[in-house]
């Protein structure tokens, strides 16, 4: 079969592309070429399906495309967590009508049927009470709780539906006990770890604490490896983790803005505020943060987007998200590659506007301030003020770049690093564009070199002006000190 004719002029966007791998996406072509148009910038593993064996020979074929490509991409592992579920169905399925009576019993074993339904989730008995709203299968059925009988819950069918089988449930104002890594998790975690994943995403995070035994888990993992930690991404999907926020941010790298649960859990309506609250807090507590669910869901089926969903896309862009995601789209849809560069062509027209719609209004900064964030900060007033064509950071961890691109700008940010590991975790910053360079230990002689580069590339022409932003003791992490102006001859 001859390879497909695609598009492959490259659309250059500051904000990043999270693609969810799958049946649909998991080839060393298609994604090559998805990462060669610019689209894609981190690869989501959903721990949800496949077994570990099928994690490594993904790992093992994104290495290969982003080789092939010539550009180091992520990999973000995202454990299933506490999915609380429905059993087995008789049929696979049973049809609802709305007054019926349903009873869910936590101590089934095998096959449910319209008489009594089974659960995955055991203590589901002992987190509800009469008058509790379940929602199921994402919302779309809703059952009230009329009496609780040891391990049974029986509850009144509020509307007609088919439920399937495995389909997930959800407590109207949250509350449900269970914590965020099951023993599932703790086995993929250390699969994740073992194929060398750049983000682990933990799911249904309640609290700091949640985030804190994920770290350890993977500190314990790592011991005696000098491999760089994967960073750590909290997912918000519960009402529980919306009072804790601030506190989860801060124990986190960073936040996906998980609108399928949490919508479910708090409501339609109160997500496109949440989504912003969420994005701006984590950029003003320096975190990174990821949009997702169903921002492309029909291209599932169809070759282009909705417009409501191009007005998705774009309105996280201009919130001030550092990624949007794709899940179903480029896992299991017919139009992966179409999926990803429609992403990236909304991302490059919402950032035109940005500063015309948003102004320039910088990250909020506390009173001390460390050098490296002075520096930061620094590089983009002195950038904003000659008309820089481009911000270049040298750096060992990523740490300045990151910082920079908390900054609400427009400009392009080349971190350069002789560190693969911080190459790719960079992948996922607003802005930045990582570059590997195994820069002189000589400071003159590195600027050098930085400048050749970015000529080469066509980043810079004669006459450009541009910062750089550097330690005087090179190939020391965390020494960033110095801000230099330089202008191409």
């Known amino acids: 079969m001859s390879k497909p004719i695609r598009d492959l002029t490259r659309i250059r966007h500051n904000t990043k592309i999270v693609a969810t791998l799958g049946p649909g996406s998991n080839n060393v072509e298609l994604l090559e070429d998805m990462i060669r148009v610019g689209g894609l910038n981190v690869v989501r593993f959903n721990f949800s399906h496949g077994t570990a064996e099928f994690h490594r020979e993904n790992a093992e074929i994104v290495r290969e495309a982003a080789r092939r490509a010539g550009r180091e991409v992520a990999i973000m592992a995202d454990l299933q967590g506490p999915k609380i579920r429905v059993g087995k169905l008789e049929n696979g399925f049973i049809e ?15 096959e449910g049927n319209r008489e009594r339904v089974g659960l995955d989730y055991r203590n589901l008995p002992d987190d509800v009470k009469p008058g509790d709203i379940l929602l199921l299968d994402d919302g779309l059925l809703t059952l009230t709780v009329d009496e609780v009988r040891g391990h049974e819950i029986l509850t009144t069918v509020q509307n007609s539906h088919k439920l399937k089988s495995n389909k997930g449930i959800n407590k109207q104002g949250g509350g449900l006990s269970a914590g965020a890594l099951t023993e599932k998790d703790f086995r993929d975690l250390k699969t994740a770890v073992s194929i060398g994943c750049d ?3 933990v799911s249904f995070v309640k609290s700091a604490e949640d985030m804190q035994i ?16 994967p960073g750590l991404v909290a997912k918000i999907e519960r009402v529980e983790a919306i009072t804790n926020l601030d506190e989860i941010i801060l124990a986190s790298d960073g936040i996906m803005v998980a609108r ?10 109160a997500v496109p505020a949440l989504q912003k609250r969420m994005i701006k807090r984590a ?8 949009t997702a669910t169903q921002m492309m869901e029909s291209m599932i089926t169809n070759p ?11 309105n996280a862009v201009l919130d001030g998200t550092d990624a949007v995601m794709c899940s179903a789209e480029t896992a299991i849809g017919a ?6 560069r429609q992403m990236a062509i909304i991302c490059a027209a919402a950032e035109a506007e940005q500063d015309s719609l948003n102004g320039v209004e910088d990250v909020h900064q506390e009173a001390a301030v460390s050098p490296n964030l002075a520096i930061a900060s620094g590089a983009v007033q002195v950038a904003r003020a000659i008309g820089a064509k481009a911000i270049v950071a040298l750096t060992e961890s990523g740490s300045t770049a990151f910082e920079i691109s908390r900054h609400s700008i427009q400009l392009p940010i080349y971190a350069l690093t002789p560190s693969i590991s911080a190459q790719r975790r960079m992948a996922m910053y607003r802005g930045v564009r990582p570059l590997r360079l195994a820069t ?4 003159d002689t590195a600027l050098d070199e930085v400048e050749a580069m970015l000529l080469e590339r066509n980043v810079l022409h004669s006459g450009d002006q541009y910062i750089i932003t550097s330690g005087s003791r090179m190939r020391e992490s965390g020494s960033t000190d110095t801000l230099q102006i330089f202008r191409v001859l």
């Open 96 to 110: 609802l009508n709305a007054g019926e009576k349903l009873l869910l019993d936590a101590a089934l074993e095998g």
């Open 199 to 201: 983000y682990l995403a």
């Open 214 to 229: 994920a770290r350890n888990l993977v500190e314990q993992e790592m011991q005696g490896s000098d491999a760089v930690r």
């Open 260 to 269: 399928g649960d949490l919508a479910v859990e708090v409501g339609n309506a």
């Open 283 to 290: 950029r003003e507590l320096r975190r990174f943060s990821i």
């Open 304 to 314: 282009v987007p909705t417009r409501a969903e191009v007005s998705d896309v774009a």
């Open 335 to 340: 139009y992966p590659f179409e999926t990803v």
């Open 440 to 443: 002189s230990t000589n400071h």
